[in-house]
């Protein structure tokens, strides 16, 4: 799982210290800590979910389209999350999302909700 984070850190050749310490990272705040080297058939599907987001987060795009990225998620990971997402848009302002649940207080606009 943490080559699948990794991935697009690799093709923009962050050295391979860095990349770990940016993955763990980011597989601690989606909650997946111990289960860095298992393969996804060995996840489960809100598991699966939040690798993703992990990999899109550890990436750092300038900008970060979502469509429902908690659909798969428990409420309690799904909050957490959010409140990180929150705390990463206030940070840099970079997120965007057309999920009316993804976080709290945020305008919209008719393309979805913005950030």
């Known amino acids: 799982m943490r080559q699948n984070v990794e991935f697009g850190l690799e093709i923009k050749k962050v050295a391979k210290v860095e990349r770990k310490a940016i993955s763990d990272h980011f597989i601690s705040l989606v909650g997946l800590d111990g289960f860095a080297d298992r393969y996804p058939h060995e996840l489960s599907g809100g ?14 795009p300038e900008v970060l389209l979502m469509d ?15 409140d990180e997402l ?18 709290k207080k945020r305008p ?8």
């Open 47 to 60: 598991m699966k979910q939040r690798v993703a987001i992990a990999r899109a987060l550890a990436y750092d």
């Open 68 to 82: 429902e990225p908690f659909a798969a998620v428990d409420a309690q990971t799904r909050e957490s999350l959010q």
């Open 86 to 103: 929150l705390r990463i848009w206030r940070r840099r302002k970079k997120l965007s999302s057309s999920s009316p649940t993804v976080l």
């Open 108 to 115: 919209f606009s008719a393309t979805g909700w913005l950030f």
